[in-house]
């Protein structure tokens, strides 16, 4: 393979430093993102609800959750367990495992620096 079709190759892999005839000629920026905040698990589950048309109410009457452990859910009182998100992406039409994810990230993010701003 000649030097050039090596040199494409390594930056469409998306290597850091790639040679060109035995010297570094590419250096892929380094792609870090620290955002100082983090998207609250009950904002994505509005999103999802705003989409689908669905109120408190309406939800409450979807997963026989009582409409107060809805309204803890949406204002974030309470943190989500696996059954209650499985829940959620049924009736939300949300793909498997999503709103486990998010809390997942949720509370990882959290945990990992309190100071961050939620919304």
């Not at 430093?17 to 509005?46: C, L, W």
């Not at 026989?64 to 452990?69: A, R």
């Not at 803890?72 to 059954?83: A, E, F, G, R």
Request: some cysteine; aromatic content about 12%; overall charge negative.
């Amino acid at each position: 393979m000649s030097e050039v079709a090596q040199f494409l190759i390594d930056v469409l892999s998306g290597k850091t430093v790639t040679t060109f005839n035995g010297e570094a000629v590419y250096k892929q920026p380094e792609n870090e993102f620290n955002p100082d905040y983090v998207v609250r698990t009950s904002t994505h589950i509005k999103d999802y609800m705003q989409f689908n048309n669905i109120d408190r109410e309406g939800l409450a009457n979807k997963t026989f959750f009582q409409e107060s452990y809805i309204n803890d859910i949406l204002d974030s009182h309470i943190p989500l367990d696996k059954s209650t998100c499985d829940i959620l992406d049924k009736e939300l039409n949300a793909p498997k495992g999503y709103f486990m994810r998010m809390e997942n990230f949720y509370r990882g993010r959290i945990k990992e620096n309190p100071n961050l701003k939620e919304c």
